[in-house]
């Protein structure tokens, strides 16, 4: 299965899937550590256009193909993106599962998104007028929504993982 997360960043996207992939011992792919690598180590410059996307969805296939339950982290701020991810789980016939993470309390939003520190070295964090002014379609699909505003982190874990049993054909272990 593919658990694909995506949301503006401070929503808590990263937190949820971490928590989500230690939880089920699942493949945690994330975009942020991608371009990262691609622009910082492999010094490919600040424009690399969708090639972290398209290496996250190589890995993320790649663990599929292993029978790996995937964590997919990334904004996903465009349809084309989320029908990158829509394509791996349909090549590689696994259940989809999307979810946009929100946070709908602007003002938590911002203090997340500026008190926040990186957990990349050499990361450099988004600030908050970028965040507001950033390019995010959107979402026009079926989709599971994930306020962080409304739910503490454990309780976004559970929804999640209520949501993947059910998705897998069993009962919610935590019910």
């Given at each position: 299965?593919?658990?694909?997360?995506?949301?503006?960043?401070?929503?808590?996207k990263t937190t949820l899937g971490k928590a989500l992939a230690v939880k089920r011992s699942a493949a945690y792919v994330r975009v942020d550590e991608i371009e990262h690598a691609l622009t910082r180590r492999a010094k490919l410059g600040p424009d690399i256009g969708a090639a972290g996307y398209i290496v996250a969805f190589a890995v993320a296939a790649s663990n599929l193909r292993l029978g790996n339950l995937v964590i997919a982290d990334s904004v996903n701020p465009v349809p084309e993106s989320r029908e990158g991810w829509r394509d791996v789980a349909h090549r590689e016939a696994v259940r989809l599962i999307e979810i946009e993470v929100i946070c709908s309390d602007e003002a938590e939003h911002r203090r997340r998104v500026e008190t926040r520190t990186a957990d990349i070295v050499g990361f450099k964090l988004?600030?908050?007028?970028s965040v507001m002014?950033?390019?995010?379609?959107?979402?026009?699909?079926?989709?599971?929504?994930?306020?962080?505003a409304l739910?503490?982190?454990?309780?976004?874990?559970?929804?999640?993982?209520?949501?993947?049993?059910a998705m897998s054909g069993r009962a919610s272990l935590t019910s």
């Amino acid at each position: 299965m593919l658990v694909v997360l995506g949301g503006l960043p401070g929503a808590g996207k990263t937190t949820l899937g971490k928590a989500l992939a230690v939880k089920r011992s699942a493949a945690y792919v994330r975009v942020d550590e991608i371009e990262h690598a691609l622009t910082r180590r492999a010094k490919l410059g600040p424009d690399i256009g969708a090639a972290g996307y398209i290496v996250a969805f190589a890995v993320a296939a790649s663990n599929l193909r292993l029978g790996n339950l995937v964590i997919a982290d990334s904004v996903n701020p465009v349809p084309e993106s989320r029908e990158g991810w829509r394509d791996v789980a349909h090549r590689e016939a696994v259940r989809l599962i999307e979810i946009e993470v929100i946070c709908s309390d602007e003002a938590e939003h911002r203090r997340r998104v500026e008190t926040r520190t990186a957990d990349i070295v050499g990361f450099k964090l988004p600030s908050w007028s970028s965040v507001m002014g950033r390019d995010y379609v959107p979402w026009s699909s079926l989709r599971l929504v994930v306020d962080t505003a409304l739910l503490a982190p454990d309780e976004a874990v559970a929804v999640v993982e209520a949501e993947i049993d059910a998705m897998s054909g069993r009962a919610s272990l935590t019910s």
